[in-house]
């Protein structure tokens, strides 16, 4: 249940529209990337659960990462948007009572899809520039703008801008379980509902996951480009 950005390598911005994305040029910077294992996170980040106390085995070492100026989409692609490049996309939505309206976060979406939305926006925009889904370098240099809290807001993440759907065990199918959920229980998935990040990006540590191009390896190495093929690729962002 997967949304997503798109990393775009442009230098134009479009004009704000429900259905096409619009773009915030990022600088360039050096950031550290990960967390340490010296100084505990905040109870709020870690849940006082043990394993979690200086984050996952793989979100260590911290590492010292250089980004290039790029620019990124300001929300998650919403339905309006993605479904200008596939239009069956509209039979998902409100599956699970998630993402019914056109400016909800596009949910049900596979990286390769993801990927291929980026390619046709690539061909249909023929201006010149390649639309990209970022590396998770990228992403959590974006979600960071320049913070080194446990998140771009602090240490703490503010209740007032928490959607956290807690309503059944994943340990399971989610989707047996689901009969017994009310759909007024599950939170919308509106884009741009709260305030953005230092560098104007929207709904970073929340609403929906969103997929990166990077596969899946120990933290602290070099993120690479993932390659048709390859199993498993990172997703970021937290769908809460």
């Excluded at 065990?169 to 599950?186: A, F, L, Y």
């Excluded at 093929?229 to 809460?240: A, L, N, T």
Aim: hydrophobic letters at 30%.
């Amino acid at each position: 249940m997967l949304a997503f950005f798109l990393l775009l390598c442009v230098l134009n911005q479009f004009v704000s529209s429900h259905d096409v994305p619009r773009f915030v040029s990022l600088p360039s910077g050096h950031f550290a990337m990960g967390t340490g294992d010296k100084t505990p996170l905040p109870t709020d980040v870690s849940g006082d659960q043990p394993n979690r106390l200086f984050g996952s085995y793989d979100e260590r070492p911290v590492t010292n990462q250089s980004v290039d100026t790029f620019e990124m989409s300001t929300t998650e692609i919403t339905n309006a948007m993605y479904e200008r490049y596939d239009p069956s996309h509209k039979l998902l939505r409100g599956k699970l009572f998630f993402s019914f309206d056109d400016d909800e976060a596009a949910v049900w979406v596979s990286w390769y899809n993801a990927s291929n939305y980026a390619a046709w926006l690539t061909k249909s925009r023929n201006d010149g520039y390649t639309y990209r889904l970022p590396t998770e370098v990228e992403w959590e240099y974006a979600c960071r703008a320049g913070t080194s809290t446990a998140y771009n807001t602090g240490d703490n993440f503010p209740k007032s801008q928490r959607k956290n759907n807690d309503l059944f065990s994943h340990s399971g199918n989610p989707e047996s379980d689901w009969p017994n959920v009310n759909k007024e229980q599950v939170s919308k998935l509106h884009v741009a509902l709260f305030p953005p990040n230092a560098f104007g990006l929207y709904d970073m540590h929340g609403n929906v996951e969103e997929w990166t191009s990077s596969v899946y390896k120990k933290y602290g190495n070099d993120s690479v480009s993932a390659d048709v093929g390859q199993p498993f690729y990172v997703s970021r962002g937290g769908s809460h």
